[in-house]
């Protein structure tokens, strides 16, 4: 059965930093693209970053360019997004969104839209105190 879970989540002090993981089972997230994507309570869900399967390339949404980067570990078959510098606003549920398609990369002015992904996992939560 194909699906995949994050990890990583947590409460942490704002200034600090989490890195999440993506870890897929029944394939191998290399060959797709994946994204993660937020919900924080009363707001609609926000994408915050796209990694490519062919060569890598990464998109980030406008709040947290600069403090968030995604990337792929390959060889453990995962996806990560490290989150520095955090902010009591990064405050949400984090989903790992995977594009179905083989050989998938990030639809460049698209990606943020959650419509295009095919598999979702169940979240995992983000608290940022100030």
């Known amino acids: 059965q194909v699906h995949v879970v994050e990890s990583g989540g947590g409460l942490v002090q704002a200034g600090g930093s989490l890195r999440l993981s993506c870890v897929p089972s029944g394939f191998g997230l290399e060959y797709y693209a994946t994204s993660w994507f937020r919900q924080a309570p009363g707001k609609e869900r926000e994408g915050i970053s796209c990694?490519?399967?062919?060569?890598?390339?990464?998109y980030y949404g406008d709040s947290v360019k600069g403090r968030f980067t995604i990337s792929r570990d390959n060889d453990n078959n995962r996806v990560y997004l490290q989150m520095n510098s955090l902010k009591p606003e990064d405050t949400g549920i984090y989903y790992c969104?995977?594009?179905?398609?083989?050989?998938?990369?990030?639809?460049?002015?698209?990606?943020?839209?959650?419509?295009?992904?095919?598999?979702w996992g169940q979240g995992t939560q983000v608290t940022v105190s100030s």
């Open positions: 990694i490519s399967s062919s060569d890598g390339s990464a």
């Open positions: 969104a995977v594009d179905g398609a083989f050989r998938s990369d990030c639809r460049t002015t698209k990606w943020a839209d959650g419509t295009w992904y095919d598999y």
